[in-house]
Nanobody
Framework: VQLQASGGGLVQAGGSMRLSCAASGGTFSSYVMGWFRQAPGKEREFVGAISIGGVSTSYADSVKGRFTISRDNAKGYLQMNSLKPEDTAVYYC????????????????WGQGTLVTVSS
């Protein structure tokens, strides 16, 4: 499956933003979808993931209670609220078969990333 993330941009601290991940070339509903981010000068890290069918989700502690992942049959979404300057990063969506995991090494398909900048 091919993925393309979109929706990034500039937002003030405390604001909200929603990222989308469009899928093509496969049955997206058969994949777990994950979101990851890479801040300047740091390694890429897990943000959250949603299971096939949207039954369960998993979030990094740093975003829990502020970010929400959802999906439909063709797209995935990352709703980000109460944004902080430390949320500034390139955000990637990724997909894998099987169950929700946090390790990026276990995701097979990746989108190109979209930049989110949170100003203070």
């Amino acid at each position: 499956v091919q993925l393309q993330a979109s929706g990034g941009g500039l937002v003030q601290a405390g604001g909200s933003m929603r990222l989308s991940c469009a899928a093509s070339g496969g049955t997206f509903s058969s994949y777990v979808m994950g979101w990851f981010r890479q801040a300047p000068g740091k390694e890429r890290e897990f943000v959250g993931a949603i299971s096939i069918g949207g039954v369960s989700t998993s979030y990094a502690d740093s975003v829990k209670g502020r970010f929400t992942i959802s999906r439909d049959n063709a797209k995935g979404y990352l709703q980000m609220n109460s944004l902080k300057p430390e949320d500034t990063a390139v955000y990637y969506c990724a997909a894998r078969r099987g169950r929700v995991v946090q390790s990026q090494m276990l995701y097979d398909s990746w989108g190109q990333g979209t930049l989110v900048t949170v100003s203070s």
